[in-house]
């Protein structure tokens, strides 16, 4: 099985920075795509990027140009790089890593328990 654990959530200002990091652990055969998504109360949860493993890179409209996504395949981390926070940014922001550990015929979605990002108005 694989874990996923996210960090790095938290309180900013609005225009500030924030780096969430995501580390995947366990037998794993193999990782595909290392995506974030984020869900606000009352919305359904949106992807928020993509980086896929060959090194193709994703993002939802509203956050093009201030974050960026990158991972670390020797490490099997994905990072967010948050800048010019908003308040429509504050979100439970979820690691999702498709990846094969043993016992799966095709690789599957793995989640994290999702960290908060709070950008107050």
């Known amino acids: 099985q694989v874990q996923v654990v996210e960090s790095g959530g938290g309180l900013v200002q609005a225009g500030g920075s924030l780096r969430l990091s995501c580390a995947a652990s366990?037998?794993?055969?193999?990782?595909?795509?290392m995506n974030w998504y984020r869900q606000a109360p009352g919305n359904q949860r949106e992807l928020v990027a993509r980086?896929?493993?060959?090194?193709?890179?994703i993002y939802t409209d509203s956050v093009k140009g201030r974050f960026t996504i990158s991972r670390d395949n020797a490490k099997n981390t994905v990072y967010l790089q948050m800048n010019s926070l908003k308040p429509e940014d504050t979100a439970v922001y979820y690691c999702?890593?498709?990846?094969?550990?043993?016992?799966?015929?095709?690789?599957?979605?793995?989640w994290g328990q999702g960290t908060q990002v709070t950008v107050p108005s």
């Open positions: 366990g037998i794993i055969l193999s990782i595909n795509t």
């Open positions: 999702n890593i498709i990846a094969r550990s043993t016992g799966d015929t095709l690789a599957r979605a793995y």
């Open positions: 980086a896929s493993s060959g090194g193709t890179t």
